[in-house]
């Protein structure tokens, strides 16, 4: 039997215009679409294996505001189990650290974990630290950017393929694993399954809930802020090369002038 945890973030679609809240530089939620981050529904793909695979249970944990319940109902329209949503006023801009202090408390509620699965990243914050700050606070070993999983009793093995090579990574459960882009296919929802969702339990928890002070989250405790954000450019009009013959050098002296070679 395998106890999973999964962690899943609601953010802007990527397809969607995302801009950030002018009062105070947060992400600004109404103005995009929101969907379960792609990356995460890997993560919940990768769950269900191993639950298929053996016995099992799928816990889904997200921190996030009242519509994150959308991506929490997908997750289990995909096939787990159950839900913790952490939801509170409190929680709003809150940092990396803060956000991974909640999602701890949330996950230590899941009696008998053996397993965290995450994104190694998510899609708007892209701080890519959320996974190893809960291994830390959770003091358990962390098998970060996978690309291949097995679960062996209770031990477990990864592979992370890089442009340098294969790492092999083993560690006995409990273990926090952040899984990469190209981990596997999510599927998609059955109409079964939608409906099945429906009635499985989300328990809704504020900070208190979890027994962490509100003084130690949320955007006036963040250790970081942004100060100041302006949109990208637009892209302007390429250079375009004449080839008289001499194309080569054209391009090189073009490429020499923006130190790029
Ligand atoms: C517009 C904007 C403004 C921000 N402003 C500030 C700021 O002023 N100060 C500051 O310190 N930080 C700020 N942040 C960072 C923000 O608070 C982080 O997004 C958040 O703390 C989590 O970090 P991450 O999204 O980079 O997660 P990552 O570490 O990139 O996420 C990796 C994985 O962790 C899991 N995970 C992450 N977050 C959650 C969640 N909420 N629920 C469930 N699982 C989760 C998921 O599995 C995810 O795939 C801002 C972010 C945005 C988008």
């Not at 995909?78 to 996950?107: F, P, Q, R, W, Y």
């Given at each position: 039997m395998t106890n999973i945890v999964v962690l899943v973030k609601q953010v802007p679609d990527t397809y969607s215009e995302r801009k950030l809240s002018g009062a105070d530089n947060t992400l600004d939620r109404e103005s995009a679409d929101a969907v379960l981050d792609e990356i995460n529904e890997k993560a919940v793909e990768e769950a269900l294996?191993?639950?298929?695979?053996?016995?099992?249970?799928?816990?889904?944990?997200?921190?996030?505001?009242?519509?994150?319940?959308?991506?929490?109902?997908?997750?289990?329209?995909?096939?787990?189990?159950?839900?913790?949503?952490?939801?509170?006023?409190?929680?709003?801009?809150?940092?990396?650290?803060?956000?991974?202090?909640?999602?701890?408390?949330?996950?230590?509620?899941?009696?008998?974990?053996?397993?965290?699965?995450?994104?190694?990243?998510?899609?708007?914050?892209?701080?890519?630290?959320?996974?190893?700050?809960?291994?830390?606070?959770?003091?358990?070993?962390?098998?970060?950017?996978?690309?291949?999983?097995t679960v062996d009793g209770t031990s477990i093995k990864a592979d992370r393929y890089t442009e340098d090579g294969v790492t092999h990574l083993e560690a006995n459960l409990p273990a926090v694993v952040s899984v990469g882009e190209k981990i596997n296919e999510p599927r998609y929802p059955s109409f079964k399954g939608i409906m099945a969702a429906k009635k499985k339990p989300v328990e809704t928890l504020t900070v208190a809930d979890l027994g962490v002070d509100a003084g130690e989250v949320g955007l006036g405790n963040a250790w970081s802020?942004?100060?100041?954000?302006?949109?990208?450019?637009?892209?302007?009009?390429?250079?375009?090369?004449?080839?008289?013959?001499?194309?080569?050098?054209?391009v090189a002296a073009y490429l020499v002038a923006q130190k790029l070679i």
């Open positions: 294996k191993i639950k298929e695979a053996g016995e099992g249970e799928v816990t889904v944990v997200s921190v996030g505001p009242d519509r994150a319940t959308d991506a929490i109902r997908k997750a289990l329209s995909m096939g787990a189990d159950k839900a913790i949503h952490v939801s509170d006023e409190a929680l709003h801009g809150s940092d990396a650290i803060a956000t991974a202090k909640v999602l701890a408390a949330a996950i230590s509620k899941v009696e008998g974990f053996d397993l965290v699965i995450t994104g190694n990243e998510a899609s708007d914050g892209r701080g890519g630290a959320v996974p190893a700050i809960i291994a830390e606070l959770l003091g358990l070993p962390q098998l970060t950017h996978v690309n291949e999983l802020s942004v100060l100041e954000a302006s949109p990208k450019p637009p892209r302007t009009a390429g250079e375009r090369v004449e080839d008289e013959g001499d194309g080569g050098s054209k």
